[in-house]
């Protein structure tokens, strides 16, 4: 994408979080592993597709996932930010219990998947009950406070943006919170209501948790007196999902500690890290030659920059399909049975697409509908995803911590992304020559892609593999993925510096600090 401005203020809608969620009335409640090296053209055929997929693995080994430890508090929390918190890590609140928010968000991996068997095997995590999968990975909730309420449409640049989640169906943080409770494939609570909870859905069962759990006092400071005793389960349930969004909107969350953060390019400038030369020169591709700050930058956008005192979240919160190839040990192909999971299965088997915005069912905050009847029916929005922020994308609880990337977690290095984003339209023939191909044609006789194609074929970015200095002005030339030109050293810099991005190596320096 280009870069392009945000319609609306996001400093407006961030500041809807900053407030105590106290002066949120409620209807009727009383006031008051080590990263693997990036594949070589031998493991890349086997990648692309040429040979048979190995087996999906049982999915017994990978679940359930383990019970998140909530770590100590960072910085001091509000009221309605330490109830977020506590509820984010309540694992009474799925149903079976035992599953919390955090359970597939943990802050050791940058609030994604915790399990390195799980991504490295696999990507979509295991719900609650045992045998059912989502069918994408956990997409990070740092940073995702800064996003537009959407998705909007910019109608000068003709891109959408903004919302929650991977395929934007929900508005906001506190919509967002809405949905995983709900979801049989995660935390498989009861639904009273919309499904997907748009607007209205909610669970009693949620609420009926929360009233004879352990934080009755602190629901009380922050929306009133005898606030859970007075209030129905559907208001109960709002009050749930504005704590979880006020947390995720703090500065614990989104603390801007990086060693960018605390390099001369922070802001404010610092002088606590100097970039290594290849941290340098990733720095300047970043922004430059390998085209990431297309969608993974905020630095030209203004409303974004207001709401967080100038500093970059390294994402614009645009959608795209950047040609992204089917994850072919994605669970969800293998959860065909209605009988086992009634409202999570997955009827279409292994020929299930992701449409992504395509399959969005609810309408946008404006009313535009991205799917009519059946997921991709409306051919502009198949095949796009939402941008994700790059800070923390290589945070890990250790060295030997394999991570998954992309939203179906095909990816499991930084290397590999990086190298996918390089030479996406590139095939290689029998001597190890590369040639550029329109992913809509294919490659050269005698060649052999380095990937696999995409999943969705309708409005890749780039898809005529043209380089960034022939790039056109239209979507399929426009030069930012697939045929980048960068050397093994160059694509090895741009990771050195994503690497720089991961937070903790200072203390919070949340937006209002001077």
């Not at 919302?163 to 709900?182: H, K």
């Not at 802001?267 to 100097?274: C, D, F, I, L």
């Amino acid at each position: 994408m280009r870069p392009h401005p945000v319609p609306r203020t996001v400093a407006a809608v961030a500041s809807v979080f900053a407030v105590s969620l106290a002066a949120l009335p409620l209807p009727d409640v009383a006031s008051g592993k080590e990263p693997k090296p990036r594949k070589s053209i031998a493991t890349a055929k086997v990648l692309s597709g040429n040979t048979a997929p190995a087996p999906l693995k049982p999915v017994d080994p990978y679940g359930p996932l383990p019970v998140p430890v909530r770590p100590v508090n960072i910085i001091p929390l509000s009221p309605a930010e330490q109830l977020g918190k506590n509820l984010l890590f309540d694992t009474t609140l799925s149903n079976p219990r035992g599953y919390a928010c955090a359970t597939c968000h943990i802050p050791a991996t940058g609030f994604t998947g915790p399990s390195s068997a799980v991504n490295e095997g696999l990507g979509p995590v295991p719900g609650v009950v045992a045998g059912r999968f989502g069918r994408r990975k956990p997409q990070a909730i740092n940073y995702a406070a800064f996003s537009p309420t959407g998705p909007v449409f910019n109608a000068d640049l003709q891109v959408w943006l903004g919302g929650n989640f991977w395929d934007g169906r929900a508005p906001d943080l506190a919509g967002q919170a809405r949905m995983p409770f709900l979801d049989p494939n995660e935390m498989n609570n009861p639904a009273i209501g919309p499904l997907p909870p748009h607007s209205g859905g909610y669970s009693s069962l949620v609420a009926h948790n929360v009233r004879f759990g352990p934080f009755f006092r602190l629901f009380e400071d922050v929306f009133g007196p005898a606030a859970l005793l007075l209030a129905t389960d559907a208001e109960v349930y709002t009050m749930v999902t504005r704590a979880i969004a006020a947390y995720e909107s703090s500065a614990e969350v989104n603390p801007f500690s990086s060693r960018y953060d605390a390099s001369q390019f922070g802001v404010p400038p610092a002088n606590g890290y100097r970039l290594s030369p290849s941290e340098a020169n990733g720095l300047a591709l970043f922004f430059g030659r390998a085209q990431c700050f297309q969608c993974h930058s905020s630095a030209t956008l203004v409303p974004v920059l207001n709401a967080t005192g100038g500093k970059n979240t390294f994402t614009m919160y645009c959608y795209a399909n950047i040609g992204v190839p089917k994850n072919q040990n994605n669970p969800f192909y293998h959860q065909t049975s209605a009988q086992a999971d009634p409202l999570g299965y997955n009827p279409l088997g292994a020929s299930f697409i992701d449409f992504g915005l395509g399959a969005n069912p609810n309408p946008a905050p404006s009313g535009g509908l991205f799917m009519h009847r059946v997921p991709g029916d409306i051919p502009q929005f198949r095949g796009l995803f939402k941008a994700p922020s790059l800070r923390n994308v290589d945070k890990r609880p250790s060295a030997s911590f394999v991570k998954s990337y992309m939203h179906n977690g095909v990816f499991k290095s930084l290397q590999d992304v990086v190298h996918f984003y390089n030479k996406r339209n590139i095939a290689v023939d029998a001597l190890g020559n590369e040639s550029a191909f329109d992913l809509r044609t294919g490659p050269p006789a005698g060649s052999t892609p380095l990937f696999p194609p995409p999943e969705v074929l309708d409005n890749v970015q780039n898809v005529a593999g043209v380089t960034p200095e022939n790039a056109g002005d239209d979507v399929a030339t426009n030069g930012q993925v697939g045929n980048l030109s960068l050397s093994d050293d160059e694509e090895a810099d741009v990771v050195s510096f994503l690497k720089i991005l991961t937070d903790g190596y200072t203390r919070p320096n949340p937006i209002d600090a001077p």
